[in-house]
């Protein structure tokens, strides 16, 4: 069963967040594309984006209800948790941050930090949500990266760490320098991959400057990092993609990618670090909770009793669909979960792996899973279900803080 311990750390439970607008459905429509889970492009305007199921949402144009997706990308189980980008839906982004383990925060270069931008990105400082951040739209009349990083700087972070080089500008952009490896990588028009190749030589000189203030920025905030730094004077690949994700973990840092969801620029390279930066559920501590006083702990160990938070309910032709967050144990098909609010039991029929447009069953999920169940009557949108011999009403990361409601 080590096995399944193992298997945890391929997995990311991923929201992305932005201020309406920014591009936060077209950036999933492309994750949704590039892992192969749609086979072919929904577009925001024509109504066929997979992942805003409800018909009021299509029409308004805005991701209203949250929906989880499974997809898989270098050997990794993406679960991407939409959450609404829109002020009115602040308790639902609320239920979200609680059962993600990373985020995407998404922003337009043109406009850069919007105020909406900002409350979400609160929001998930007091769930203690490691992000990073993809400055979109950058084939804009007007988009500037820098300036969209000055922004996140001034409003939201001290310390973005840019990983990127833009190549082009505006209707020119056509890909970018990877400052890690400092090797390019552009996308043809119409081109669904990137193809990897040499730093084009006009940008030679300002890759190695970014490089430079890259691994300046970094070993100025991680300790491993600065001693190699003070050794070399300068810094590996290697030494620097662990210090990102240290930084990224521990909320020191936020890593920075740029490109146009649009064209479909950038994506993969975002991908790659959703894997490489952004924790696993292993990798976060373990969720806090009680019961008639107790206080409790659950760890994200298949093992251990069984305790979930559902965190979206939705009523489908299938029936009543429970999305949930397993945070402890296993679930299975037919097993009985004790409602530790309600104080009620409740019968789980089918477990399944919602994959954009369709849903999988699956016989059991494990800590760390986001899967949807049907058969729970009665469960809302943020009830803990567990082992009725354990129970536990779970208080997640940052719950004890005072929430401030979308404003
Ligand atoms: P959301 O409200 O954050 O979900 O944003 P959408 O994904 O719905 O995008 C808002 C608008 O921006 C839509 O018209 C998109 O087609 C457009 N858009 C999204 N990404 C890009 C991009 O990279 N470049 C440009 N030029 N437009 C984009």
Known sequence: MRTDINALTAVRNLGILAHVDAGKTTVTERILYATGTTHKRGEVHDGTTVTDFDPQERDRGITIFAA???????????????????????????RSLRVLDGAVAVFDAVAGVEPQSESVWRQADRHGVPRIAFVNKLDRAGADL????????????????VVQLPIGREDGFTGVVDLLRLRALTWADGGDTAEEGPVPDALREEAGRRRRLLEEAVAERHPAALEEFCDRETLSAETLASALRDLTRSGDGVVVLCGSAYRNRGVEPLLDAVVAYLPSPLDVPAVRGTYDGAEQERAADPHAPFAALAFKVSATPTGRLTYLRVYSGTIGKGDTVLDAGARRTERVGRILRVRADRRTPVDRALAGDIVAVVGLKAARPGATLCAPQAPVVLEPPGVADPVVSVA
């Open 146 to 161: 820098d300036a969209a990083v000055e922004s996140i700087r001034q409003r939201l972070h001290p310390a973005p760490l």
């Open 68 to 94: 989880a997706v499974s997809c898989s990308w270098d050997g990794h189980r993406i679960n991407l948790i939409d959450t609404p980008g829109h002020v009115d839906f602040a308790d639902e982004v609320e």
